[in-house]
């Protein structure tokens, strides 16, 4: 009777336990693949990150700057031209709404440094006008650490789950 059971039912069975072997190991190299991919994007970020943060640091520099010193008699527009050129490669190395957000900045301060241009130093009002753009630099400027969080940040520190 055993054996008459085994004889019927042993294929199906075999195939059974191949299948549920089959999707294991399946399951198994799909797991692998996902750590690969987080691997890699993971190490695609720390091989940019010193480019990116250099962008971060050199957006923040012009961004002080212009804050403190924009109603310095002796401030010089053009001294923003390298921080200009620096933000330019943002386009290379960030996600599209960090880009985008960049230029928004970098023309607030276009704004700042053409106003500058034209004021003479003496009018009170326009020097309020100065100000308030400078103030919307600073509300940038406060702003980066969130804004850049996701692009320079890696998955290992920022997990809730730390070690």
């Known amino acids: 009777m055993i054996y008459s059971f085994f004889?019927?039912?042993?294929?199906p069975i075999a195939t059974v336990i191949a299948a549920i072997t089959a999707a294991y190991?399946?399951?198994?190299?799909?797991?692998?693949?996902?750590?690969?991919?987080?691997?890699?994007?993971?190490?695609?970020?720390?091989?940019?990150?010193?480019?990116?943060?250099?962008?971060?640091?050199?957006?923040?520099?012009?961004?002080?700057?212009?804050?403190t010193e924009c109603d310095e008699p002796n401030f010089r527009p053009q001294d923003a031209f390298p921080?200009?050129?620096?933000?330019?490669?943002?386009?290379?190395?960030?996600?599209?709404?960090t880009w985008d957000w960049l230029e928004s900045v970098r023309q607030d301060c276009e704004k700042l440094l053409k106003f500058r241009e034209s004021w003479n130093g003496s009018d009170s009002a326009e020097h309020e006008i100065l100000m308030d753009m400078a103030e919307k630099l600073m509300t940038h400027l406060?702003?980066?650490?969130?804004?850049?969080?996701?692009?320079?940040?890696?998955?290992?520190?920022?997990?809730?789950n730390r070690i």
């Open 25 to 67: 190991f399946v399951w198994r190299q799909w797991q692998t693949a996902q750590n690969q991919a987080a691997t890699a994007l993971d190490q695609l970020r720390y091989n940019l990150f010193e480019k990116r943060y250099a962008i971060y640091e050199d957006a923040r520099e012009l961004l002080i700057w212009l804050y």
């Open 7 to 11: 004889k019927d039912f042993a294929a």
């Open 83 to 97: 921080h200009f050129m620096v933000m330019n490669q943002a386009v290379f190395l960030f996600s599209t709404e």
């Open 142 to 160: 406060k702003e980066m650490p969130e804004r850049f969080r996701n692009e320079l940040s890696f998955r290992q520190l920022t997990q809730s």
